[in-house]
């Protein structure tokens, strides 16, 4: 099959409406019984993850948006239902994505016997002459867990170790980044001597957003890195591995 070249709008279809896929990883274009292959046009104009996680005035694919596509990659490759562990994941390098510009998305999952690998990579689209290459961006591998693997926390314990903080110091976002309405999601953060507890929600006008993205980026993205608003006084940090 040709690849998808059609972009997305915010809702995740082309602009017949008809279904082209997930919103990050598009459609599969090719399939054997241990891989299957995605691909997608990702700029700023059809996605609105681009156009609300800025870094220095360009749109840059968060590192939890890499967690939703291995995620779904799975879901469309072997969906069971039983929890999902993905480790020894590494960014390799940002995907940074210019105004006005596009960029072919893959998303490859490969199975290893009970192990599931995943990489995703991305090129410059519509560039002429020598063809450009694929620059690696993430990569993974997944597994199913049996029920009895999930352990429970006692969150109160924790939030009673812990103290308030007041989330307008929180929210302020750092110089060199700008994030949209979708990353206003914390409501409640509490720190202790090296743990810290949070809430977070995703705004309501965007529940919606859920239906295509269970492992939403946004929602996702401050509760892997809230801790550093307290800790690190230093400076931004983005994830590597």
Request: with cysteine; net charge negative.
């Given at each position: ?25 598009g ?87 009970d ?82 507890f ?11 957003d ?29 994830p590597?591995?």
């Amino acid at each position: 099959n040709a690849p998808q070249s059609r972009g997305l709008s915010q809702n995740g279809f082309a602009g017949d409406h008809a279904p082209i896929g997930h919103p990050l990883i598009g459609t599969c274009t090719q399939r054997s019984d241990s891989e299957q292959i995605f691909e997608n046009l990702l700029s700023e104009k059809s996605h609105w993850i681009l156009r609300e996680h800025r870094i220095r005035g360009k749109g840059v694919l968060p590192g939890t948006a890499y967690l939703e596509m291995a995620r779904a990659a799975l879901e469309q490759f072997r969906s069971e239902s039983k929890p999902v562990e993905i480790r020894e994941i590494t960014f390799v390098s940002p995907l940074v994505v210019n105004d006005r510009e596009a960029r072919n998305l893959r998303t490859t999952i490969t199975q290893h016997e009970d192990t599931f690998a995943f990489e995703i990579a991305s090129k410059a689209a519509g560039q002429n002459g020598s063809a450009p290459q694929w620059v690696r961006h993430a990569s993974g591998t997944m597994n199913y867990l049996d029920d009895a693997a999930r352990r429970t926390i006692d969150v109160q314990a924790i939030k009673d170790r812990c103290v308030e903080r007041d989330l307008a110091t929180l929210r302020r976002p750092g110089a060199q980044r700008n994030y949209g309405p979708r990353w206003q999601t914390m409501k409640e953060a509490y720190f202790g001597a090296d743990e810290g507890f949070a809430v977070f929600e995703l705004p309501e006008e965007y529940a919606a957003d859920l239906e295509s993205l269970p492992w939403h980026p946004a929602l996702l993205d401050f509760p892997l890195s809230f801790l550093s608003a307290q800790y690190l006084d230093q400076g931004t940090y983005l994830p590597f591995n």
